[in-house]
């Protein structure tokens, strides 16, 4: 990979990531309109730990109550202690994309790349988190959450594992459809992203070090690091945006990249030559 094809991609990864607009769905469209060559799924996963560490240093805080409430409560569901009742929230939501992530790992994920699906779930998820966030009320804050409520975005989060429904978009939806603030619904689908992507990511690490390319262990921490300092800065924006803004935005950009992309995938107009020309 070139200097540039990693800072481009970081820099994308950097603003998706935690934006509802699928992060996935974009680095997997970059190569296909674009002269880069297909930076791989080993790549995409290096990028959003990079994305993690940053959510990590924004949220450490809230991190460091979690583990305070564990030690305390000595590892049992309390949820009279917000920090311990975070802890078992968050590991509720988390046991269902292990599950589906294993099944997915399982069958492989080559057939997931391409345009048409892509397409669809931004359009689909778009229109989604456009109505459900008009409709919701914003009262609930995440020490409202039971495990039901947990479980049920943990499911949701499992859509996710198909490119272009947006892991943060697809559990933003679902946490405003069960009443959540827009911030705190922000910050519950970027504290659920930290084990899942963590896990991946330690997958990821494994396999490439025993295949031993150095050149491909290289390029994955320098995308890390790209890809944390646009996330940090992506992380601070949406949060200040929330205060006084809807997801409105990203729901029209949704429904039109949506909508663009299946004009190409079906044959209606070619992105590429119109990008390139």
Not at 50 to 63: C, D, E, N, Q
Not at 241 to 249: A, M, V
Request: charged share 15%; net charge positive; aromatic share 14%.
């Amino acid at each position: 990979m070139t200097e540039m094809q990693i800072i481009l991609l970081s820099l994308l990864q950097g603003i998706t990531e935690f934006l509802p607009v699928s992060s996935s769905g974009h680095l997997i469209l970059f190569s296909k309109f674009t002269s880069f060559p297909d930076q791989g799924q080993a790549m995409d996963v290096a990028m959003h730990i990079g994305s993690i560490v940053a959510v990590m240093i924004y949220f450490a805080p809230t991190l460091w109550e979690i583990i305070k409430g564990v030690f305390k409560c000595k590892f049992l569901p309390n949820f009279k202690n917000e920090g311990c009742q975070l802890f078992y929230l968050l590991l509720w939501a988390t046991l269902p994309i292990v599950f589906a992530g294993a099944a997915l790992k399982y069958f492989g994920t080559d057939w997931l790349r391409n345009t048409k699906l892509i397409g669809w779930n931004i359009l689909i998820y778009g229109i989604l988190l456009w109505l459900i966030d008009s409709a919701s009320l914003t009262a609930r804050k995440i020490r409202n959450l039971e495990f039901k409520d947990a479980f049920l975005i943990g499911l949701a989060q499992c859509l996710a594992l198909l490119p272009g429904t947006s892991r943060s978009g697809i559990t933003i939806t679902m946490c405003r459809f069960l009443g959540m603030e827009r911030r705190e619904a922000a910050k519950f689908s970027m504290l659920l992203s930290i084990p899942a992507i963590l896990a991946a990511g330690l997958l990821t690490g494994y396999l490439l070090w025993q295949e031993g390319n150095m050149g491909q262990i290289a390029d994955a921490f320098n995308v890390m690091g790209y890809s944390f300092i646009f996330s940090i800065m992506a992380i601070y924006i949406l949060m200040q945006w929330l205060k006084k803004w809807s997801f409105l935005p990203f729901a029209i950009y949704r429904i039109l990249l949506g909508a663009i992309l299946l004009a190409e995938a079906y044959g209606i107009y070619d992105i590429k030559t119109l990008w390139q020309g």
